[in-house]
C-alpha cells in the first residue's frame, strides 16, 4: 500500500535534508501531522520567508537579517583580529567558547580538488580587501581535514605576503579521548600544537 501524495511529497522533502533518510523523513512527516494546526502554519510560514530574511554579512560572509552583521558591527569587539572559518556554523561554535572577542571571516567551504572548488569559488577575496593597518592578526580555523589543511596553507603563504602575523589553531586530541584510539594524523598534530607548562 502507498502513502497518499500529498504525504509522500512531504517525504521527499524531508529527505532533501542532510542526515535524513526515508525512515527518518517518515516519522517527521508523521509528526507534523499530528501537530496542531497553528504549529504547522507557524513552521511553514518561517520556512517560506527564512532565505528573503536570512543573507550574508557583506563584510564577513557570517549570516544576518540586515547587511552586516552583529559581530561586524560590535564596536567592543578586537577590531584588530580576524578568525578566517569555513562556515557560520564554525562562528557559533568559536562564540560559545566566549574567549575570543575579534572578528570573523567566513569563506563558505574549502580549496576541495575533488569537488572542483577553487580559491574563486570562496569568500577569499573579501578578506583580503579587509586586510587594512588596522589588522593585526588573521587567525586561520579551518577544520583539520585534507581540503581544511589545504586552505589554510594557501591562506597563510597569501597573508605572509602581506606582513601580517599568521596563525593556525591547535589540532589534536580532544579531551576525554585515548592516546592509543587516535590515529597517526592527530598525534602528530598533537606534538606538534603542544605548549609549555
Known amino acids: 500500500m502507498n ?3 500529498a504525504f509522500d511529497d ?3 522533502c524531508f529527505k532533501r535534508l542532510p542526515g535524513i533518510g526515508g525512515k527518518s ?4 512527516a508523521y509528526h ?4 496542531d494546526k497553528e504549529h504547522v502554519q507557524e513552521f ?3 520556512l517560506s520567508t527564512f532565505q528573503d530574511k536570512i543573507h550574508y554579512c557583506k563584510i564577513c560572509g557570517h549570516i544576518c537579517e540586515g547587511d552586516t552583521c552583529d559581530i561586524c558591527n560590535d564596536p567592543t569587539r578586537d577590531h584588530s583580529t580576524i578568525c578566517v572559518v569555513e562556515s557560520p556554523k564554525d562562528v557559533f561554535a568559536m562564540e560559545k567558547v566566549k574567549e575570543y572577542h575579534g572578528l570573523y571571516h567566513v569563506l563558505h567551504g574549502t580549496i576541495s580538488i575533488i569537488d572542483g572548488k577553487t580559491m574563486d569559488d ?6 583580503f580587501n579587509r586586510l587594512d593597518d588596522q589588522i593585526k592578526e588573521v587567525i586561520i580555523a579551518t577544520n583539520p581535514t585534507r581540503e581544511g589543511e589545504t586552505t589554510a596553507l594557501f591562506l597563510s603563504k597569501l597573508l605572509n605576503k602581506k606582513n601580517i602575523t599568521t596563525s593556525r589553531i591547535a589540532n589534536g586530541l580532544p579531551i576525554g579521548s585515548n592516546i592509543d584510539y587516535a590515529d597517526e594524523l592527530t598525534l602528530l598534530k598533537s606534538l606538534e600544537g603542544r605548549k609549555k607548562m
Open 3 to 5: 502513502y497518499p501524495k
Open 10 to 12: 512531504l517525504v521527499e
Open 25 to 28: 523523513a517518515e516519522r517527521l
Open 32 to 35: 507534523v501531522l499530528s501537530m
Open 44 to 46: 511553514a510560514s518561517v
Open 122 to 127: 570562496l569568500n577569499i577575496q573579501s578578506l
